[in-house]
């Protein structure tokens, strides 16, 4: 089993920076590829950025520019910084694992932390 407990989350203006970030513990040995998902009320849970364990990272084109997604092995952490925040940015992000072992695909998720971006 993986745990997934996401922290950061808050309220702020349009243009603000906030950063999120993942403590990732329990059977973390063959986690494959770390990422961040987002789902806003009313639509579907999407990709916001996505991290190999080779550090290969991607992002959703609609915050490609503004986000950055990083990973701290030693303190196994996962970090989503996010920048000049939008309202359509509000949402619940999810940290979100994947790991592959004795041929099986696991999922994991975290609990969810708001994000609120609003005058």
């Known amino acids: 089993q993986v745990q997934l407990v996401e922290s950061g989350g808050g309220w702020v203006q349009p243009g603000a920076s906030l950063t999120l970030s993942c403590v990732v513990s329990g059977s973390i040995f063959n986690i494959n590829a770390l990422a961040w998902y987002r789902q806003a009320p009313g639509k579907p849970r999407e990709l916001v950025a996505h991290l190999t364990s080779g550090q290969t990272a991607s992002y959703g084109d609609s915050v490609k520019g503004r986000f950055t997604v990083s990973r701290d092995n030693e303190k196994n952490m996962m970090y989503l910084q996010m920048n000049s925040l939008r309202p359509e940015d509000t949402a619940v992000y999810y940290c979100?694992?994947?790991?592959?072992?004795?041929?099986?695909?696991?999922?994991?998720w975290g609990q969810g932390i708001q994000v609120t971006v609003s005058f």
């Open positions: 979100n694992a994947v790991k592959v072992y004795a041929g099986e695909l696991y999922e994991y």
